[in-house]
């Protein structure tokens, strides 16, 4: 069966049905499937994009849920939402902590870049955010491309491995 949407992995995110309703929405097929389903199976879905799904865990746990290893060499965009973003941000050697201050409630998100994922989206615009990890340190090879007061890499970017990472928050919800 060639589906050729957007695969969704979830890791226990309370917005995840949210997501795939969204890209519905948009007209372009999705499917939600659990964070350790197989390579295999990721293929047979045929692919364009994968979205990695916020959840509560943190990645810096010994038992934080990981999705194969193999994800990563599919050559495909990957968009990280909240614990997607942390999850990309860990496994190509950032650094991700527990903040300092948790961040709960409106707040202003300053675009950096409005190539791609913010294109003609206003510099400054309200999101909801909700979250207690926060990456100090990014992978090489990624920029930032949005921040807030209390999360200066609220949405990141690696253009050369196609991740475009973003953080729903690190989890925020806009609000037009």
Avoid at 7 to 22: C, E, H, M
Avoid at 27 to 48: A, D, G, M, Q
Avoid at 99 to 113: D, M, Q, V
Wanted: glycine fraction near 8%; proline fraction near 6%.
């Amino acid at each position: 069966m060639k589906h050729e949407g957007i695969v969704i992995l979830d890791f226990g995110s309370q917005y995840t049905q949210l997501i795939a309703r969204r890209i519905r929405e948009a007209n372009i097929y999705s499917e939600i499937l659990p964070f350790n389903v197989s390579i295999e199976e990721i293929k047979k879905h045929n692919p364009k994009g994968i979205i990695f799904s916020g959840g509560p865990s943190s990645v810096y746990e010994p038992d934080a849920p990981k999705p194969d290893k193999k994800v990563f060499e599919l050559g495909l965009p990957i968009l990280g939402i909240c614990y997607g973003l942390q999850l990309i941000t860990d496994h190509f050697g950032g650094k991700v902590v527990k903040a300092e201050r948790h961040e709960y409630g409106r707040a202003e998100l300053e675009i950096l870049n409005h190539e791609d994922l913010f294109n003609n989206i206003p510099n400054n615009i309200h999101v909801w955010m909700s979250h207690g990890d926060r990456v100090l340190e990014l992978p090489e090879g990624f920029e930032p491309i949005a921040r807030t007061y209390n999360a200066p890499f609220a949405a990141i970017t690696n253009k050369e491995k196609k991740y475009g990472e973003y953080s729903f928050i690190q989890r925020f919800h806009i609000h037009t």
